[in-house]
């Protein structure tokens, strides 16, 4: 190499050189960034989706909090008493109406396994009763009711017959009994298709209706003159 070519390049390799400009244009230069910044590796730390919407969930509680805060007579403590004030009213009032109940639109059949006799309903009932199960227990000796009333020929057999129907027809030959009779087949729906808890009281009144119907006579249609 000629003694001119070692003299410029020694003088480019000096920190005082100057080096031609690297003139990249804009958007490829965006481009690569983002492809740099798009790897992987620069994102193994992020949060994961989950954890970003719960961020952002509790910052949204928290400015909700201290909008109401703000808005509230005596700050926090103001908006604490009106929270504990309203949980109190909400227990006092599920304890005074109890759990809400849920209402079928149509009930379904009385007997929905078939035909058995009143007597082993009774006993179906009993066993139930013995061991702790009124809504089971109330259910059947219900169905003991009515198909009682069935074997004496006071109600026609009918499948797909209601707790409601059968109180209005048997009603119609044992006035006596007639409030009774409805009143336990509200009872039988309220218990089987309303959620309401039946109770050892509930069973003996059914046992009781039970009892007093087969010892009452039923009444002869009048004559018509």
Same mark, same amino acid.
């Given at each position: 190499?000629?003694?001119?070519?070692?003299?410029?390049?020694? *003088? =480019?390799?000096?920190?005082? &050189?100057?080096? /031609?400009?690297?003139?990249?244009?804009?958007?490829?230069? $965006?481009? @690569? #960034? %983002?492809?740099?910044?798009?790897?992987?590796?620069?994102?193994?730390?992020?949060?994961?989706?989950?954890?970003?919407?719960?961020?952002?969930?509790?910052?949204?509680?928290?400015?909700?909090?201290?909008?109401?805060?703000?808005?509230?007579?005596?700050?926090?403590?103001?908006?604490?008493?009106?929270?504990?004030?309203?949980?109190?009213?909400?227990?006092?009032?599920?304890?005074?109406?109890?759990?809400?109940?849920? *209402? =079928?639109?149509?009930?379904? &059949?009385?007997? /929905?396994?078939?035909?058995?006799?009143?007597?082993?309903? $009774?006993? @179906? #009932? %009993?066993?139930?009763?013995?061991?702790?199960?009124?809504?089971?227990?109330?259910?059947?000796?219900?169905?003991?009711?009515?198909?009682?009333?069935?074997?004496?020929?006071?109600?026609?057999?009918?499948?797909?017959?209601?707790?409601?129907?059968?109180?209005?027809?048997?009603?119609?030959?044992?006035?006596?009994?007639?409030?009774?009779?409805?009143?336990?087949?509200?009872?039988?729906?309220?218990?089987?298709?309303?959620?309401?808890?039946?109770?050892?009281?509930?069973?003996?009144?059914?046992?009781?209706?039970?009892?007093?119907?087969?010892?009452?006579?039923?009444?002869?249609?009048?004559?018509?003159?």
């Amino acid at each position: 190499m000629s003694t001119g070519g070692l003299i410029a390049r020694a *003088t =480019a390799l000096l920190p005082g &050189a100057e080096t /031609p400009p690297v003139t990249t244009p804009r958007e490829p230069a $965006r481009e @690569a #960034a %983002e492809r740099e910044l798009s790897k992987p590796m620069y994102h193994e730390n992020d949060p994961s989706l989950i954890d970003r919407a719960l961020r952002a969930f509790f910052d949204w509680l928290d400015d909700l909090f201290g909008a109401a805060a703000g808005a509230t007579p005596g700050g926090a403590v103001g908006l604490l008493a009106v929270v504990l004030v309203i949980a109190l009213s909400a227990t006092a009032l599920w304890w005074r109406l109890g759990a809400p109940r849920r *209402t =079928a639109t149509t009930a379904p &059949a009385l007997f /929905p396994d078939g035909i058995r006799s009143a007597a082993d309903h $009774r006993t @179906a #009932a %009993e066993a139930h009763a013995a061991a702790g199960r009124w809504n089971e227990a109330v259910q059947e000796r219900m169905r003991a009711i009515v198909r009682s009333l069935e074997e004496r020929t006071l109600l026609d057999p009918r499948p797909g017959r209601t707790a409601d129907e059968a109180a209005t027809e048997a009603a119609q030959s044992l006035p006596s009994q007639a409030q009774a009779l409805h009143a336990a087949a509200r009872t039988f729906d309220d218990i089987t298709y309303g959620g309401r808890p039946a109770a050892p009281t509930t069973y003996a009144t059914f046992r009781t209706l039970d009892d007093s119907l087969s010892h009452t006579r039923p009444s002869l249609p009048t004559p018509t003159p």
